[in-house]
């Protein structure tokens, strides 16, 4: 019964709260209703709008609906909202922003219907406006997390892009290019700079730097730049001053105009708001914790659709951010590392072939001044834009080679020769390097320091002219002796040597010092042979009476230009003229020194007027007694001048050559004996009759012997050259014969004498 009558009341409360529903409904409903006239002006509003706004329901009436909202909401009530309701006579779902009484905004979706009379007259607006805050939070969260994967595909689509470009990139311009464009791009940047350590210009141990001093610290170069004026990036460098390893230690942050800046560096902020900039992002360039620059990206007011700088703080970025720009310079720098590497590949291999071939080059040059110009000529332009070689010698300083690049100024460097060695001593750069025995490296040249080095005016006004920018003088020591100075200078246009130049510089003065000191050592050989030679040959042939004689003497042009060939001729009593030919074996000091000996006995021996042959048992039995180190051939004659009787005896020696004035050519069948310094052996000797205008022809083996044939075939060349055309003069029939026979490229000496006895 009791659950029975439980029932019964649940029902009747039912019906009692069905019957006062639709009160009750409006007015405590979970909506706010708003009744109001066609012009917006509210006529009825239930309890639940009120306690939204906090108005009291007379503070509402009378009270024009776009008055509650907010100003947003007013521009969008009269342009949108209105006009629709009245074209399509409702609207749904509509966002406004109602003000409450604090001001507080109240977030609202608002539906709306047009109650119109028969005729389609409006008569009134009934509005539902439903709170829309947790659904405002929850559209803004979906929106903000929308946002921040769209920003984050941004992101790996920007670096994705940077690391296909980067590889791709085999030069650090390449690689400033990708980076300086795509972080542009990306940051929507006014204007964006990569600013990089030079390190090529760092002074080296090896080097002695002159000129005006160097910053102290690593400098840092622009590589690339775009859209940031050259004002704003001059006054960077201006306001880091030599703080730049400061600069890069510091890492990623943002500095902002106003603020901090406008205290501590007022002329940088000034220029960033004058190119219309209103912060800087610094984002460090590395390679393995090894910084290699950084990057500087200026940001306006509408910048940063990646990167958020609404109320900027120095140094503070949103963590996407801040991994990007990381992430960006750090594959920076890794691309900047391969591009280097590349880079110093290259360069190592062109500087490499440059001096292999300037080795090739040098090493094919005859002597000294060859091998300087083939110097000069390598090293202007290829290394610099002047090169001056000065060379010491006993008699002082001496300026061998100065060249410019650009022969419109190689007047300028004319001048230079006239204040410098032998007429004046050496110039500061090669001075300095000659005194100190090391290289002398200026990467800059000041004004006021060149005036106080040069000096005289004219020639300070011809290096002024020249435009020079650096300097590199390099000594030339080879042996433990200093043979002079390599001086390379760089104009304006080629820009300062770096580190690289300076070390093939003096690579290449090395080889220079090593082919300069071969060649003087070989020029002082030859000098020292040709004028031993000339002690040790007898002089002109003397004037003997019914004959004419002709002589010549080549030295081997191989090794020290010096060797054992003699020749004579020496008027004897009664009529007679003694002749001789020989040759000692071998071509070098001792061969020319038993030459000298021999000839020295030979003449001895002629005092008593021996025949040929005695003269050959003479030398034969007394070599032990001379001491003489060296074997040699010889033959020896004796002409009667009035009877033209001819006496010849052979040591080993080729047989003479007899041409007749009518061009008749033999060889005399002279049998030789053994070479002198052999065991002894009896020597048999020719005669015959030399007649009248018939020339006489004695030589060594150089003229008719060689490496590419046999004895015989030369003196058949010699038979041949010998009748090409009669002749009674020695002198052409010599000169024709050394013609056709010798060649440039002599492995042994060439004695010849010929004798012509005249009609």
């Known amino acids: 019964m009791a659950v029975e009558r439980r029932r019964s009341d649940a029902r009747a409360h039912l019906d009692q709260l069905l019957e ?54 007013q521009v969008f009530h009269d342009t949108h909202l209105a006009p629709l309701l009245r074209m399509q006579g409702a609207v749904r779902e509509v966002a406004l922003d109602v003000v409450r009484v604090d001001g507080s905004l109240l977030p609202c979706l608002v539906n709306a219907v047009e109650v119109r009379d028969g005729e389609g007259t409006p008569l009134m607006v009934r509005a539902t406006l439903f709170e829309a ?4 939070r929850y559209e803004r969260e979906i929106l903000t997390a929308h946002r921040a994967a769209e920003e984050s595909r941004a992101r790996a689509r920007t670096l994705q892009q940077v690391v296909i470009e980067l590889a791709v990139a085999t030069s650090v311009a390449d690689v400033a290019t990708v980076v300086v464009q795509r972080a542009r791009q990306a940051l929507s940047a006014r204007g964006v700079a990569l600013w990089l350590v030079d390190e090529e210009s760092a002074p080296r141990s090896s080097v002695s730097l002159g000129g005006p001093p160097r910053p102290s610290g690593p400098s840092l170069v ?88 609404r109320d900027p703080v120095d140094g503070e970025l949103p963590a996407g951010d801040v991994d990007l720009l990381w992430t960006l310079g750090r594959q920076a720098g890794q691309a900047l590392e391969r591009a280097r590497l590349h880079e110093e590949a290259t360069r190592q291999a062109e500087r490499s072939a440059f001096l292999l071939h300037a080795a090739r080059l040098m090493a094919g040059a005859t002597g000294v001044a060859e091998t300087v110009e083939r110097l000069a000529d390598l090293a202007v332009p290829r290394l610099a834009d002047l090169c001056v070689l000065d060379l010491v010698s006993e008699h002082g300083a001496e300026r061998v080679a100065a060249r410019h690049g650009d022969p419109a ?14 007429a004046h001593d050496l110039p500061y750069p090669a001075r300095q390097a000659l005194a100190e025995g090391r290289t002398q490296w200026f990467p800059a040249i000041d004004e006021d320091w060149l005036g106080t080095v040069v000096r005289d005016p004219a020639e300070l006004h011809a290096v002024r002219a020249m435009e020079l920018t650096s300097i590199v003088a390099v000594p030339l020591v080879a042996e433990g002796r200093a043979l002079g100075v390599l001086t390379l200078s760089a104009d304006r246009r080629r820009g300062p040597f770096t580190a690289a130049d300076v070390e093939v510089a003096e690579q290449l003065a090395h080889q220079l010092s090593l082919v300069t000191a071969k060649a003087q050592r070989y020029e002082f050989e030859v000098r020292t042979s040709h004028t031993l030679q000339a002690t040790l040959l007898p002089p ?50 001792t061969a020319a020194a038993t030459m000298g000996q021999l000839r020295s006995v030979y003449r001895a021996l002629l005092v008593e007027s021996p025949s040929p042959s005695a003269i050959i048992d003479r030398l034969q039995a007394s070599w032990p007694l001379l001491g003489l180190q060296r074997m040699a051939t010889a033959l020896f004659a004796s002409l009667d001048l009035p009877s033209g009787e001819l006496r010849v005896a052979s040591a080993g020696h080729p047989p003479p050559l007899l041409v007749t004035a009518s061009g008749h050519a ?15 052996a009896p020597a048999e000797e020719w005669t015959g009759v030399v007649p009248p205008g018939a020339t006489l022809v004695l030589f060594t083996d150089g003229l008719v012997e060689s490496r590419w044939s046999d004895i015989d075939a030369g003196l058949a060349r010699l038979l041949t050259a010998a009748t090409r055309r009669p002749t009674t003069d020695p002198d052409e029939l010599c000169d024709r014969l050394l013609g056709d026979l010798a060649g440039t490229h002599r492995a042994d000496d060439i004695a010849l004498l010929a004798l012509t006895r005249r009609p």
């Open 20 to 73: 006062d529903d639709p009160a009750d409904l409006y007015e405590n409903a979970p909506c706010g209703y708003l009744s109001t006239l066609p012009d917006g002006t509210i006529v009825k509003v239930n309890r639940t709008f009120c306690a939204w706004t906090g108005l009291t329901p007379e503070q509402l009436l009378r009270t024009k609906l776009r008055d509650l909202l907010s100003v947003g909401g």
């Open 133 to 136: 805050t947790a659904r405002r």
């Open 666 to 680: 033999e060889f005399l069948p002279v049998r030789p004996t053994r070479m002198l310094g052999a065991p002894p």
């Open 222 to 309: 622009v590589a690339r730049s775009e859209g940031l004026p050259a004002g704003l990036l001059e006054e960077l460098v201006t306001a880091a001053g030599g703080r730049m390893a400061l600069e890069l230690a510091e890492g990623l942050r943002v500095l902002t105009a106003g603020g901090r800046m406008l205290g501590t560096r007022p002329e940088l902020d000034a220029a960033l708001r004058l190119a219309g900039l209103t912060a800087l992002v610094i984002v460090p360039v590395t390679a393995d914790s090894h910084r290699l620059g950084v990057l500087v990206l200026g940001l306006g007011p509408d910048d940063g659709d990646l990167i958020s700088l």
């Open 409 to 422: 100024r190689q007047h300028l460097v004319d001048q230079l020769r006239e204040w410098a060695p032998p």
């Open 540 to 589: 002109a042939p003397p004037e003997v009476p019914d004959v004419s004689v002709a002589v010549r003497y080549l030295a081997a042009n191989r090794g020290a230009e010096i060797g054992g060939d003699f020749y004579d001729v020496a008027p004897l009593v009664e009529g007679h003229v003694a002749i001789a030919v020989g040759d000692v074996v071998g071509h070098d000091i």
